[in-house]
């Protein structure tokens, strides 16, 4: 069973407008979330990540929005660039879960329509 | 400043056959990790290490074996390749242990293809 989900496998949106990739959890005791961005024939790379004790993280045009009692989480990117088309894994970890294991998502493919 | 490299980038086996597959970073990083990445299924850690000499088991460590004679490299081993293992092997290392807030750093991966 999947401790982290991401329910949409792949996402369009226009240049200029926002994108909105979710994600979501079932291990309550999860208090660390990060975002990576993967690019076709390369690794993921880190993109941001939120603490639990905080319900937003800001850096540039991505925004991380944690909804603790939903066990939900969200990447907004605005405005979204052509460069941004890439597929996002949302992942999670914390002290008080399995220390050594970072929890990845199957991932959402996002496509930024020029 | 290379990162974490991977080699080979590509390889297909037939059942059976044994492979290594190498990571090295040059980061000066204590932590290393392998993980596969299936459709639908995002990265499982198949074995990670903490240190020169370390080794330990993630999610689906049967049918790998791992090694960690070097701080900058870290070995995969397939020692008879099954088509379950038809997949995208990622390295990464980290400055940190990785479950307790650190960012990993991955390599470009490795396609394998078990026939």
């Known amino acids: 069973d999947q401790q982290v989900k991401q329910n949409s496998p792949s996402l369009s949106v226009q240049e200029g407008r926002i994108s909105i990739l979710n994600c979501d959890y079932t291990n309550s005791m999860f208090d660390y979330f990060l975002w990576y961005k993967k690019y076709p024939a390369e690794g993921p790379t880190f993109l941001i990540s939120i603490s639990s004790i905080k319900d937003k993280n800001e850096d540039g045009r991505f925004t991380v929005f944690l909804n603790k009692s939903a066990k939900h989480l969200s990447l907004h990117i605005v405005p979204s660039q052509p460069g941004d088309s890439a597929v996002y894994f949302c992942a999670a970890s914390g002290l008080k879960t399995s220390y050594d294991k970072v929890i990845f998502g199957p991932g959402t493919s996002l496509s930024v329509i020029p | 400043n290379a990162g974490v490299t991977q080699t080979p980038k590509f390889r297909v086996l037939k059942t059976g056959q044994s492979m290594t597959l190498l990571c090295a970073q040059d980061?000066?990083?204590?932590?290393m990790y392998w993980y596969r990445q299936d459709p639908g299924m995002g990265l499982r850690l198949i074995h990670y290490?903490?240190?020169?000499?370390?080794?330990a088991k993630g999610e689906v460590p049967d049918g790998y074996n791992v090694s960690r004679l070097k701080k900058q490299n870290f070995l995969l081993g397939l020692e008879s390749a099954a088509p379950s293992q038809t997949s995208v092997y990622f390295c990464?290392?980290?400055?940190?242990?990785?479950?307790?807030?650190?960012?990993?750093?991955f390599g470009p991966g490795t396609r394998l293809t078990v026939l």
């Open positions: 990464a290392s980290s400055l940190g242990l990785a479950g307790l807030y650190n960012e990993q750093f």
């Open positions: 980061m000066n990083h204590e932590y």
């Open positions: 290490s903490v240190g020169e000499g370390t080794t």
